[in-house]
């Protein structure tokens, strides 16, 4: 199945598959994993002296720690997503 809004490939809950609350539980411990992640890194030390010997570096660093920080809560949105549709779809 996939979702329309996101083009997001969404599991199928049956007999034969792997069980709802399996599969519920991984994505969640999945998306709780990434949000560790996301918190260690926010709470790096990440500042422009460690940048300053090269013109432009601290603004492009801070460009790319955005994107991976955003590229984290993507994945972690899109697990919230299939969880919630395994929650609907569970028989």
């Known amino acids: 199945m996939t979702d329309t809004k996101t083009d997001l490939?969404?599991?199928t809950i049956h007999l034969n598959g792997t069980g709802?609350?399996?599969?519920?539980?991984?994505?969640q411990e999945a998306r709780y994993a990434i949000?560790?992640?996301?918190?260690l890194i926010q709470s790096m030390e990440f500042h422009p002296r460690?940048?300053?010997?090269?013109?432009?570096?601290?603004d492009k660093a801070v460009?790319?720690?955005?994107?991976?920080?955003?590229?984290l809560q993507r994945i972690?949105?899109?697990?919230?997503?299939?969880?919630?549709?395994?929650?609907e779809t569970k028989p």
């Open 50 to 58: 460690d940048y300053h010997l090269v013109s432009g570096a601290w």
């Open 35 to 39: 949000g560790n992640a996301m918190n």
């Open 63 to 71: 460009k790319q720690m955005s994107a991976r920080l955003e590229q």
């Open 76 to 87: 972690s949105d899109e697990f919230a997503e299939i969880e919630n549709h395994i929650e």
């Open 9 to 11: 490939v969404l599991p």
């Open 20 to 27: 709802a609350e399996t599969l519920w539980r991984q994505y």
